[in-house]
């Protein structure tokens, strides 16, 4: 017997993107653990121009802390809502992802690896600040138009 989880997923698997600068807009996202037990969060970043979705991840290590800092200051000007301060404390879980994440749009860099003999798209930067609209924002505590300065849209 094999028990099963339906999960309603497509079949639309990760294609390959050619090096170059692209919009794109979160899809979908999945929180899971590395092979090495670190938590992650994959994003299915979707291109409207190609029709094709490649998935990222993001670890959650010290090291890899500057990655969602940059992902975050990607994704969520387009949504009209703030960035945290820097020292905020966010609790990253689907509710925050679906908020500021999911829908939003942004720019990306995307580079092409080649791993174990395959080629692979990988994005190399999160192009921050694409859609911040004051000058000289984008240092993650600007406060954006759209915003009423309520904290009803901040959760940390």
């Known amino acids: 017997m094999i028990d099963y989880e339906y999960s309603d997923a497509d079949n639309q698997s990760p294609r390959y993107v050619p090096p170059g600068q692209y919009e794109v807009k979160v899809k979908a996202f999945e929180f899971g653990m590395s092979k090495t ?5 994959s ?3 979707y291109f409207d121009d190609l029709d094709a979705t490649l998935r990222e991840d993001i670890y959650f290590t010290p ?3 500057w990655k969602f800092d940059t992902v975050l200051k990607c994704f969520v000007p387009s949504k009209n809502l703030k960035l945290p301060m820097k ?3 966010i609790s ?4 925050f992802v679906a908020k500021f994440l999911v829908g939003g749009t942004g720019r990306v860099d995307v580079i092409e690896e080649i791993y174990d003999d395959n080629k692979r798209s990988r994005v190399k930067t999160y192009l ?6 004051e000058p000289g924002a984008g240092s993650g505590q600007a406060d954006l138009l759209g915003d009423d300065g309520g904290d009803d849209d901040v959760p940390f």
């Open 37 to 41: 037990g670190k938590d992650k969060l």
């Open 92 to 95: 990253i879980n689907n509710d």
């Open 43 to 45: 994003l299915d970043l």
């Open 87 to 89: 020292g905020d404390k």
């Open 128 to 133: 921050a600040g694409a859609y911040l609209t």
């Open 63 to 65: 090291a890899a802390a």
